[in-house]
């Protein structure tokens, strides 16, 4: 790399990145300018794993751990909230600089383990609070709850991530930028991030003494259960000790159903951004009095006049067991379509993260715009809506003729003639 620019990582310490494992003077660096875009090169490392749990669930149980809709979904909404930072640079990164530049207290040296440690657990107690706040205070919930709407748990739903989210969860790392230097506080901002993929997962049962200090599959099981046992538990992004010390902690025990307590029902990733923040609108306004019409907002999504912040836990829906994941029929050409199409989607989105430099700021919009409107259409198509055929031919149209305009790019030129087709 070029002095002053993002140093390039091996292969086998991208590797160890995802599981936060990392020796401090590897992944210490004196500005952030140098530190590497640790999520970025792990996208050949998810397609890796994913694989390998698809095939490792054949074996255990000779089936598939997720559905073509429900993962494409996730993909979907994975892409979708990576795209403002093509445009603008990280809101956590750039709020956490301007308060280091302006009210820091003293300095931590950025090549000391001590300061890397100390930033893990800084880092690892932030999200903790930024998400059990997630859970307890609506309209964070309304972001987060993203994350948590797929029926399935899998590889693809740690890719599951909110737009929205980033936008409230920075404030909590405000207080380290008094002391703690942003080039090390990026390196565990991004290892915080990579280490929860691998947690998404039925395939790892349990891991032994691990289980008290780490947060492990079995552990983040739980926080996706919408068992009434669930609720509200195992908050930890990498640490489970949180979660210990404050009494957030619950053991898997029955067999989880995952998914929110009242289903979304959609695969539109707009519609699975939206669908809350209008039920809150909603609730609002039809709400008596103004400080109940505060409380819809900023207490427990279960709230109500007259129940306690968090809601009743009587109302929580009992599980049956019997419980079936939204699944619309669709014929099986259609999804083989709605995955190739999906397929060259992720080509485009990736050859758009590699060039986007060289772009101009009109071309990345465009090539924004029609990403969203893909996957607004796949979703569609995988819930079969009567609208979706009209909105795929556009969407067809479209492409071909920004393609032949030169506006989208593959990044493998011999596909070119094939996209068209």
């Known amino acids: 790399?070029?002095?002053?620019?993002?140093?390039?990582?091996?292969?086998?310490?991208?590797?160890r990145a995802l599981f936060y494992a990392l020796a401090p003077g590897e992944s210490s660096?004196?500005?952030?300018?140098?530190?590497?875009?640790?999520?970025?090169?792990?996208?050949?490392?998810?397609?890796?794993?994913?694989?390998?749990?698809?095939?490792?669930?054949?074996?255990?149980?000779?089936?598939?751990?997720?559905?073509?809709?429900?993962?494409?979904?996730?993909?979907?909404?994975?892409?979708?909230?990576?795209?403002?930072?093509?445009?603008?640079?990280?809101?956590?990164?750039?709020?956490?600089?301007?308060?280091?530049?302006?009210?820091?207290?003293?300095?931590?040296?950025?090549?000391?383990?001590?300061?890397?440690?100390?930033?893990?657990?800084?880092?690892?107690?932030?999200?903790?609070?930024?998400?059990?706040?997630?859970?307890?205070v609506n309209i964070l919930w309304a972001a987060h709850q993203v994350h948590h709407s797929s029926e399935d748990y899998n590889l693809f739903t740690a890719l599951r991530q909110s737009v929205l989210q980033k936008y409230t969860s920075w404030?909590?790392?405000?207080?380290?930028?008094?002391?703690?230097?942003?080039?090390?506080?990026?390196?565990?901002?991004?290892?915080?991030?990579?280490?929860?993929?691998?947690?998404?997962?039925?395939?790892?049962?349990k891991l032994g003494p691990l289980e008290w200090i780490l947060n492990t599959p079995s552990h983040h099981r739980v926080h996706h259960g919408r068992n009434p046992y669930c609720i509200d538990k195992n908050y930890g992004g990498t640490l489970i000790i949180w979660d210990r010390i404050f009494g957030t902690f619950e053991a898997e025990d029955a067999k989880v159903v995952y998914g929110l307590t009242h289903p979304v029902n959609s695969?539109?990733?707009?519609?699975?951004?939206?669908?809350?923040?209008?039920?809150?609108?909603?609730?609002?306004?039809?709400?008596?009095?103004?400080?109940?019409?505060?409380?819809?907002?900023?207490?427990?999504?279960?709230?109500?006049?007259?129940?306690?912040?968090?809601?009743?836990?009587?109302?929580?829906?009992?599980?049956?067991?019997?419980?079936v994941p939204f699944n619309p029929y669709v014929p099986a050409y259609l999804n083989g379509y709605t995955l190739v199409h999906f397929a060259v989607i992720v080509d485009l989105y990736t050859e758009l993260l590699a060039s986007m430099t060289m772009l101009s700021q009109g071309t990345v919009l465009l090539r924004i715009c029609f990403i969203i409107l893909s996957l607004v259409?796949?979703?569609?198509?995988?819930?079969?809506?009567?609208?979706?055929?009209?909105?795929?031919?556009?969407?067809?149209?479209?492409?071909?003729?920004?393609?032949?305009?030169?506006?989208f790019r593959s990044q493998f030129s011999f596909l070119g003639y094939a996209y068209e087709v």
Not at 1 to 15: I, V
Not at 384 to 390: L, Q, R
């Open 171 to 205: 404030m909590f790392n405000l207080p380290m930028a008094l002391f703690i230097p942003p080039s090390v506080f990026a390196v565990h901002l991004q290892f915080n991030l990579l280490y929860q993929f691998w947690i998404h997962t039925e395939v790892i049962t």
């Open 267 to 323: 695969f539109d990733p707009i519609m699975l951004q939206l669908r809350p923040l209008a039920h809150i609108w909603n609730t609002f306004w039809a709400t008596p009095g103004f400080c109940n019409k505060l409380s819809v907002i900023f207490k427990g999504p279960g709230w109500g006049p007259g129940k306690p912040r968090l809601g009743l836990p009587e109302e929580i829906p009992v599980i049956t067991g019997k419980e």
């Open 29 to 136: 660096f004196r500005t952030v300018e140098e530190v590497p875009d640790y999520v970025e090169k792990s996208i050949p490392f998810f397609i890796t794993f994913i694989g390998l749990e698809f095939a490792v669930s054949w074996i255990q149980k000779r089936k598939l751990p997720g559905r073509i809709n429900d993962g494409i979904s996730s993909l979907s909404l994975g892409i979708l909230s990576r795209l403002p930072d093509v445009l603008f640079r990280s809101i956590e990164l750039i709020s956490y600089i301007y308060v280091w530049n302006n009210y820091r207290l003293f300095e931590l040296p950025w090549d000391s383990p001590w300061t890397w440690y100390l930033t893990l657990l800084g880092v690892d107690f932030a999200y903790y609070c930024f998400h059990r706040m997630s859970h307890e």
């Open 377 to 407: 259409s796949f979703g569609l198509l995988m819930e079969n809506k009567s609208t979706a055929g009209i909105l795929e031919i556009i969407r067809c149209l479209v492409f071909i003729g920004v393609y032949k305009l030169g506006y």
């Open 1 to 15: 790399a070029e002095a002053g620019g993002p140093r390039d990582t091996a292969p086998g310490q991208q590797l």
